[in-house]
């Protein structure tokens, strides 16, 4: 037997194995043929084929108690209908279910390199670079799919997050997203909970620069 990952030849002791003894690879789980995430190469790239992978995979963690959320550029190209892109899926999750969140992944064909999982057939590249203790729970966005519901962190932490970006490390692409969404989504932002965070932070000043901004673009269109 050969596996198609690794290309380690062996005899196996058992009919069928469920994995590659060098790469671990699980061989058992999904074929080609009904692997639940192929659909991910006809769908579109960007925010739509995000939240198709994420609908499918999502459903499963949520068997083992995790609680995947979208966090990040994955959550701007999201909130912004693709004018940002990002090739990466960056999800807040609880991380003392590392283990468990290992395990999943290996289930649906993904390959651990450092920090990243990785299904290279469908250029899928999956990290975890935040806790779900530090967001609002309370404001996530369940967005609902034939497949099962995908999580978006909310627009208030986002909307903070790229403030925080723009102050702390004078970026100005994290301003354009924060002016972006903010004027996309301005009545439904909780604007007095923005201030509050950013206070606290002493980024006050960024956000009314991003308000005025958002007043012209608003004006202007």
Known sequence: MKCPKCDYEWIPRKKDPKACP??????????????PLSGAMSTERGFQRTIYVMSIISERLKEKGILPVIVGGAAVEFYTRDWYATGDIDLAIDKKKREEFQDIMEEFGFDREGRM??????????????????ISKDRITEV??????AYVIGLEDILFDRIQAAE???SEGDREQ????????????DWETVR?????ELSEGMLDEVLELIKDEKSNS
């Not at 924060?178 to 932002?189: L, M, P, S, T, V």
């Open 22 to 35: 060098r790469c671990k690879r699980r061989l058992d789980y999904y074929k080609t043929t009904d692997d």
């Open 144 to 149: 609902k799919t034939e497949k099962g519901s």
């Open 117 to 134: 999982w990785i299904r290279e057939d469908l250029n899928l590249y999956i990290e975890i670079p935040a806790d779900i203790k530090d």
């Open 196 to 200: 509050k965070r950013c206070k606290k």
């Open 168 to 170: 702390n490390w004078k």
């Open 178 to 189: 924060a002016i972006r969404i903010g004027a996309a989504f301005y009545d439904e932002i």
